[in-house]
């Protein structure tokens, strides 16, 4: 089992940033993907970016060109730099942590066996 804990939300004006962070304890972190999530008020839980454990990156539809995921194998941490916000990415964001490791394309929660607490981000228009 991994713990995860992610910090860096908050508020922050239409076209603006924020960079994500997601500390992972409790197991070789390098050997598994790492993805985020989120869920807005009232809607499922949504894909946004994954990474798998040898660095291969994949994102949501709705993120693509905007968001960065990256990882950090020595600090255990994971990153989500998020460019060009806008109100539709307001939500609660959570960082998974995959069951299995060395897999690639990981992308369905089923297939994650650890979550954060997660942390609000909140894009005003």
């Known amino acids: 089992q991994v713990q995860l804990v992610e910090s860096g939300g908050g508020q922050v004006q239409a076209g603006g940033s924020l960079k994500l962070t997601c500390a992972a304890s409790?197991?070789?972190?390098?050997?598994?993907?790492m993805g985020w999530f989120r869920q807005a008020p009232g809607k499922e839980r949504e894909f946004v970016a994954g990474?798998?454990?040898?660095?291969?990156?994949y994102y949501g539809d709705s993120v693509k060109g905007r968001f960065t995921i990256s990882r950090d194998n020595a600090k255990n941490a994971l990153y989500l730099q998020m460019n060009s916000l806008k109100a539709e990415d307001t939500a609660v964001y959570y960082c998974a942590a995959d069951k299995l490791p060395f897999r690639s394309v990981v992308m369905t929660e089923a297939d994650f066996g650890s979550w954060g607490q997660g942390t609000q981000v909140t894009v005003s228009s």
């Open positions: 409790g197991r070789t972190y390098s050997n598994y993907a």
């Open positions: 990474i798998s454990w040898s660095g291969g990156k």
